[in-house]
């Protein structure tokens, strides 16, 4: 048995382990952007503070972007405050992210690195590396020119050629560059056609330069679209009559393409339900794997309530994560019977509206005698307020103590004010999920948040996680 400070240790790293999956610093819709970052703020300088190693192990977990960028920082600016084995494995959680992190999220942490005068070895060195595995310099300093600049100044170091020295920081200095893209560059201020060699977010800029026609623009410019941008382009194209723009939905991140398709109009999702109901299929099969079919028979009570509109930052999230996890939990069940909380039935069709009684609707996924309860909501009960909290509390006390179904919540929201993700009920686990790709790794930490998780055991854990992670 635990101590008591251990298992207070246990519950400081798994509140905290929630806010970094779930907060991203954005309004949400019980609180605002300022309230959101104060709170994050201070639960990333209390986890530094009092659990440095176990703070650098949530780079190995399914934390968001904004946070890891935020993980790394504060270790990099307390380098000065670590021992060689920490620096060491941080060293190798930090090299790992980043080459996870999407690339402008990286640019832009060295930026505040570089603000906030980082400037250490380490922090060289981590930049160096990071640089090296880069696959095309070329395409980075076309697409990121001034964070490329301000990173190399950074660092101290050279660019990796001669050219593309010139190119940074004396781009006049040449006539003509020898790398096609640099030379696709140079040549687009005064050439039109040289325009649709460059990235997108680069060409855009020459087109309104040379007042380019927006359709004949995306037109001619589709090939060099990433799947996000095809994704993000796709209906503004549709409206230009811009055919050559078109996503292939089937190759979309689960969680993306649900967002995707709540930010169509019910018209459109009914007139693309054959469609957009075969991608998201196929993109839950995919994110499913060798577990499909595994999980026996699942129940889920999934949240359409009108607070899944999430806010104006972060429009439709919460809604969108209920679908992806809709999605994926009919993949991974044998058997499947989903429960949203309006009582509507068609998925696709969904949208944010009315109360949420999650205690009825949980009385009625326990009504099918599911092997496994998954719950997808904020936890703000309230019709009627805290049913769910009392209906869960005499399953598990009365009708199922050996807890023969397994019930977890997942929350998508991250609850400012109490600094974690809201739970429903004491007597269940509940973690924070912000992609329902990694649903089936979050069920398994949300089990050491039950109120009996012992430091030890999830210790043990996240040192498994973090030695798959820098292996992999």
């Given at each position: 048995?635990?101590?008591?400070?251990?298992r207070?240790?246990?519950e400081d790293?798994?509140?905290?382990?929630?806010a970094?999956?779930?907060?991203?610093?954005?309004?949400?819709?019980?609180s605002?952007?300022?309230?959101?970052?104060?709170?994050?703020d201070?639960?990333?300088d209390y986890?530094?503070?009092n659990?440095?190693e176990l703070?650098?192990a949530m780079?190995?977990l399914?934390?968001?972007?904004?946070?890891?960028a935020?993980i790394?920082r504060?270790?990099l600016?307390?380098?000065?405050?670590?021992n060689g084995?920490?620096?060491?494995?941080e060293g190798?959680?930090?090299?790992?992210?980043l080459?996870?992190?999407?690339?402008?999220?990286v640019?832009?942490?060295?930026r505040?690195l570089?603000a906030?005068g980082?400037?250490n070895r380490?922090?060289?060195a981590?930049?160096r590396?990071?640089?090296?595995t880069?696959?095309d310099p070329?395409?980075?300093?076309?697409?990121?020119?001034?964070?490329?600049?301000?990173?190399?100044?950074?660092a101290h170091?050279?660019p990796?050629?001669p050219?593309l020295?010139?190119f940074?920081?004396?781009p006049?200095?040449?006539?003509?560059?020898d790398t096609p893209l640099?030379?696709?560059?140079?040549?687009?201020h005064h050439?039109q056609?040289?325009?649709?060699?460059?990235?997108?977010?680069?060409?855009?800029g020459?087109?309104?330069k040379?007042r380019?026609?927006?359709a004949?623009?995306?037109e001619?410019?589709a090939?060099?679209?990433?799947?996000l941008?095809?994704?993000?382009?796709?209906?503004?194209?549709?409206?230009?009559?811009?055919?050559?723009?078109?996503?292939?939905l089937?190759?979309?991140?689960l969680?993306?393409l649900?967002s995707?398709?709540?930010a169509?109009?019910?018209?459109a999702?009914?007139?693309r339900?054959?469609?957009?109901?075969?991608?998201?299929?196929v993109?839950?099969?995919?994110?499913?794997?060798?577990q499909?079919?595994?999980?026996g028979?699942v129940?889920a009570?999934?949240d359409?309530s009108?607070s899944?509109?999430?806010?104006?930052?972060k429009?439709r999230r919460?809604?969108?994560?209920?679908l992806a996890?809709?999605c994926?939990?009919?993949?991974?069940a044998?058997?499947?019977?989903?429960?949203?909380?309006?009582g509507?039935?068609?998925?696709?069709?969904g949208?944010?509206?009315?109360?949420t009684?999650l205690?009825?609707r949980?009385?009625?996924a326990?009504?099918?005698?599911?092997?496994?309860?998954v719950?997808v909501?904020?936890?703000?009960?309230?019709?009627?307020?805290?049913?769910?909290?009392?209906?869960?509390?005499?399953w598990?006390?009365v009708?199922?103590?050996?807890e023969?179904?397994?019930v977890v919540h997942?929350?998508?929201v991250?609850d400012?004010?109490n600094?974690?993700?809201r739970?429903?009920s004491g007597?269940?686990p509940t973690?924070g999920?912000?992609?329902?790709?990694?649903?089936p790794a979050?069920?398994?930490?949300a089990?050491?948040a039950t109120?009996?998780?012992?430091?030890?055991?999830?210790?043990a854990?996240l040192?498994?996680?973090?030695?798959?992670?820098?292996?992999?």
């Amino acid at each position: 048995m635990s101590s008591r400070s251990d298992r207070l240790a246990a519950e400081d790293v798994l509140l905290f382990a929630n806010a970094a999956i779930t907060a991203t610093g954005q309004r949400e819709f019980h609180s605002e952007q300022g309230q959101q970052r104060l709170s994050l703020d201070f639960l990333h300088d209390y986890m530094l503070g009092n659990y440095r190693e176990l703070y650098a192990a949530m780079l190995a977990l399914e934390i968001n972007d904004h946070n890891a960028a935020l993980i790394i920082r504060r270790l990099l600016e307390s380098a000065r405050e670590a021992n060689g084995e920490q620096r060491r494995t941080e060293g190798r959680l930090i090299a790992r992210r980043l080459e996870l992190l999407p690339p402008q999220r990286v640019y832009r942490l060295f930026r505040d690195l570089r603000a906030s005068g980082v400037n250490n070895r380490r922090t060289r060195a981590i930049i160096r590396d990071w640089l090296t595995t880069r696959p095309d310099p070329a395409f980075d300093a076309v697409k990121y020119r001034g964070a490329v600049k301000t990173t190399l100044r950074h660092a101290h170091l050279r660019p990796p050629t001669p050219e593309l020295g010139d190119f940074l920081f004396a781009p006049h200095r040449r006539k003509r560059f020898d790398t096609p893209l640099l030379e696709a560059w140079r040549r687009a201020h005064h050439e039109q056609a040289a325009l649709y060699e460059l990235p997108y977010t680069v060409a855009e800029g020459f087109a309104v330069k040379h007042r380019i026609d927006r359709a004949v623009f995306l037109e001619r410019i589709a090939p060099r679209l990433t799947r996000l941008e095809q994704l993000r382009l796709q209906e503004s194209a549709h409206r230009l009559d811009a055919s050559a723009v078109r996503a292939d939905l089937g190759r979309m991140s689960l969680t993306r393409l649900a967002s995707y398709v709540l930010a169509l109009s019910l018209d459109a999702r009914a007139g693309r339900r054959e469609e957009l109901t075969a991608a998201l299929a196929v993109a839950a099969r995919r994110t499913a794997g060798e577990q499909r079919g595994s999980w026996g028979r699942v129940a889920a009570v999934l949240d359409d309530s009108f607070s899944s509109f999430g806010s104006s930052a972060k429009r439709r999230r919460p809604l969108a994560v209920a679908l992806a996890c809709h999605c994926l939990l009919r993949e991974l069940a044998a058997e499947y019977v989903p429960l949203w909380t309006s009582g509507r039935t068609d998925a696709l069709l969904g949208y944010p509206y009315g109360a949420t009684p999650l205690g009825h609707r949980i009385i009625d996924a326990l009504d099918t005698a599911p092997d496994r309860l998954v719950i997808v909501s904020d936890g703000w009960d309230n019709a009627p307020p805290g049913l769910a909290a009392e209906v869960l509390r005499v399953w598990r006390g009365v009708l199922d103590p050996d807890e023969r179904v397994d019930v977890v919540h997942l929350n998508p929201v991250y609850d400012a004010e109490n600094f974690e993700v809201r739970r429903i009920s004491g007597v269940v686990p509940t973690a924070g999920v912000r992609n329902a790709e990694d649903l089936p790794a979050l069920v398994e930490l949300a089990h050491f948040a039950t109120g009996r998780a012992e430091l030890s055991g999830l210790t043990a854990h996240l040192a498994d996680r973090t030695r798959t992670f820098v292996e992999t």
